[in-house]
Each structure stands twice: as C-alpha cells, then as structure tokens.
C-alpha cells in the first residue's frame, strides 16, 4: 500500500521561512516527485519536482530562488525549504508521486497524492 503524507505546514509572517516533509513509502518513492499548491478558488499549480536520483529539478517561476526542492532516500523522505515566503504562498500544499512522467508540471501526470498541508503567510 502506498502513502503519501505531508508535514510542517503552519503560519508564518511575510519574509519568513518553513520546511515541509513528505514521507512516501512503498514504490511511491521509487518515482518523480512533486509539490503542488492550491489557493481558495484557485487550480491547484506545480511548485517544484524532483527525480528519483535527486539530481534534476524543476522549479515554478514564481517559486524559483526562494525554494528549494530535496529528497532523502535513505529515508524516503522529500523537502521543500521555502524562504522569503509571501502572502501569496498562501495554501494547501500537496506532495505528489508519479511512477512516469511526461509533463512534471500537470497534476495529471502524478498517481499518488498527500491529504495537503496549510501554509499561511500574513503581510
């Protein structure tokens, strides 16, 4: 059985930094994989990705620079450092694993998914 669940969500001022943890067991993280976000009204977006080996990542622009993407293997553990967080980061936060990817930035490209993770910036 795969699971795929996310941590270290919360509230944070503008400027600030947190670090989410998803830990993926099972062939989950045999796999590429992904942050995404949804905001309130919003399609849920790519955040960042990540390959198996962790040696190639992807990047939103509008994410590029302040965080950065990583994987733990040993511990089939994924991180996303976020710095100079906005008030526009706002939202639930979702890690993602897909077994074969094409497109590493579509939702639909991944099979297994966390329940998500509030992140909340104020101004």
């Known amino acids: 059985q795969v699971q795929v669940v996310e941590s270290g969500g919360g509230l944070v001022q503008a400027g600030g930094s947190l670090r989410l943890s998803c830990a993926a067991g099972?062939?989950?993280?045999?796999?590429?994989m992904g942050w995404f976000r949804q905001a309130p009204g919003k399609e849920r977006e790519f955040v960042a990705g990540?390959?198996?080996?962790?040696?190639?990542?992807l990047y939103a622009d509008s994410v590029k620079g302040r965080f950065t993407i990583s994987r733990d293997g040993a511990k089939d553990t994924m991180f996303l450092q976020m710095n100079s967080l906005k008030p526009e980061d706002t939202a639930v936060y979702y890690c993602?694993?897909?077994?074969?990817?094409?497109?590493?930035?579509?939702?639909?490209?991944?099979?297994?998914w966390g329940q998500g993770t509030q992140v909340t910036v104020s101004s």
């Open positions: 993602a694993a897909a077994l074969v990817t094409r497109n590493p930035s579509s939702p639909s490209d991944y099979l297994y």
């Open positions: 099972g062939r989950a993280f045999g796999s590429y």
């Open positions: 990540i390959t198996w080996s962790g040696r190639d990542t």
